[in-house]
């Protein structure tokens, strides 16, 4: 009877011992595309005083409500703003979800801009940037962008900076930083598994859920630059 019990004891403790060694794999893959993201190039996360200028900031979409910006999203804005009054930038292409009547995060982020004294010319419209592999992706692809300054909140920039250089934009970013409130932690707790599906579409650039053909709008900013109308 007692060897019976010893060889139930030992079975019991490989069981927990495969246990243990389970969980702790399943921590290794959850976390490592977060590692992957953190481990990234912090050089290049900037603030709007001390970022190299580039041609283009990208400024990802953040909800509007009543067709006005969210205040996070305003504050992307305002950062975009003051990059392009610095002359850090010459274009602003701002980038967010469009897919349904009535809810236009572009549209919205246009305006903002617009009313505050970019010229109309200067900002570009990406109505398919519906998530932020998308943006990068059509960024490059469609619109033509290779080098930028990426503008989103501090808890997301280190994704958008990693996906955008994985699909194929030399990047800088600004983080926005903001005060630790509830949008902040469900914000930051959000990029957990937006860094598992980050690390797959580096892998793999998957194609965006809308490519679309080709679109002059950057070209046509930076000409403007160089060039301007009227």
């Known amino acids: 009877m007692r060897v019976i019990r010893v060889s139930a004891l030992l079975r019991g403790r490989r069981r927990q011992r495969r ?24 050089s290049r996360i900037r603030t709007v005083a001390d970022v190299p200028a580039e041609p283009v900031a990208v400024v990802f979409g953040a909800g509007v409500v009543n067709g006005e910006p969210t205040p996070y999203l305003a ?16 274009a602003i292409l701002v980038t967010g979800d469009n897919s349904r009547p ?14 505050r004294g970019v010229p ?34 501090d808890y997301h920039v280190r994704r ?9 934009i030399d990047s800088y970013a600004v983080g926005v930083p903001e005060g630790r409130d509830a949008t902040w932690y469900f914000g930051a707790l959000r990029e957990v598994p ?29 000409a ?6 009227g």
Request: a negative charge; charged letters at 15%; glycine letters at 6%.
């Open 75 to 90: 504050h992307r804005l305002d950062a975009a703003l003051q990059l392009y009054q610095a002359h850090k930038v010459q």
């Open 194 to 222: 937006g860094a598992d599906k980050a690390a797959l579409s580096a892998i793999f650039h998957p194609n965006p859920t809308d490519l679309g053909p080709k679109e002059s709008g950057v070209a046509r900013a930076l």
């Open 160 to 168: 958008a900076l990693g996906l955008c250089q994985a699909a194929g």
């Open 19 to 42: 246990i243990f060694q389970s969980l702790v794999l399943l921590s290794v893959l959850a976390l490592a595309p977060s590692a992957w993201l953190f481990c990234a190039d912090s």
């Open 102 to 115: 009535g809810y236009n995060e572009p549209g919205a982020m246009y305006d903002y801009l617009v009313a």
């Open 120 to 153: 109309a010319v200067r900002v570009v419209r990406d109505y398919a940037g519906f998530d932020t592999w998308d943006s990068c992706t059509r960024a490059r692809r469609v619109f033509g962008v290779d080098h930028a300054v990426l503008v989103s909140q």
């Open 224 to 229: 403007d630059a160089v060039h301007p109308a």
